[in-house]
């Protein structure tokens, strides 16, 4: 069995500005955020570049992020995985736009890209183009009724416009598909919160926390529907949970 030959790194700090070559691929310019160091291959590698892709989009330094995703393309131009990942990176570095260009690439290749479809639904909401996301998520739900994300998502939109009776709308018709997304009952409390019934929105809550006994969010909400009861020892339980033992066996507990 032949051995991977062995790539010579250069470290770069990202504390500086610089320009190098990395084997053929175009000559690229770094500009530092803070002091963060990568490993850059000399040479193109396909699975290096992509690997130091997704740990600079993990450490929030995007623009390095779409330098990576983008030497990648330049080589494999049809690299999947790559476009993906830096539409995902435009996206997270507030350019929409180019974003979409390859979300709509990608959906032209494949209408049923219902990822591709959801991403750039989701990009049009950030843009402030809630019309045209809400149309996206209604036309993914057409084709895939199963497509969960797509009713929390909608729910979510219309819960931000404080159309919190189409919001239930969108999460009961989640909720019939599955019981077991704790963002459909956690979407489904905050509605009930924001109708100040708080009761209600407890045992919604409750239900999210069973599912997902992690999420920072919902214990706060609970906590806060709690106060609202005058319930302040349970309201100091939730807001200060024990992670000693899983929040939801916590909560089993109780019932």
Known sequence: ??????HVYILISLIFFG???IGDVKETTYQAKDNKAFKIPEVFNERSFFDLGKKATDEKQYGLAIKFYRAIIDKIPNHHDAQVNLAYAYALNSQFEESNKIYEDLLRKNKNDLDAAYNLARNYWDMGLPKKAIDGLENIIKKNKN???????LSFIYLTNSQLEEALKWIGEGIKLTKNDSLLWYNKGLVFQRKSMYQEAIQFYKKSIELDPYYQDTF???????????DFENAKK?????YSLPAAAETKKEN
């Open 220 to 230: 706060t909400n609970i906590s806060t529907c709690f106060e609202m009861t005058g």
């Open 19 to 21: 320009q190098f070559a």
């Open 1 to 6: 069995m032949k051995h991977q030959p062995l």
């Open 147 to 153: 497509y969960i994300k797509a009713y929390i998502e």
């Open 238 to 242: 939730y807001k200060y949970p024990s």
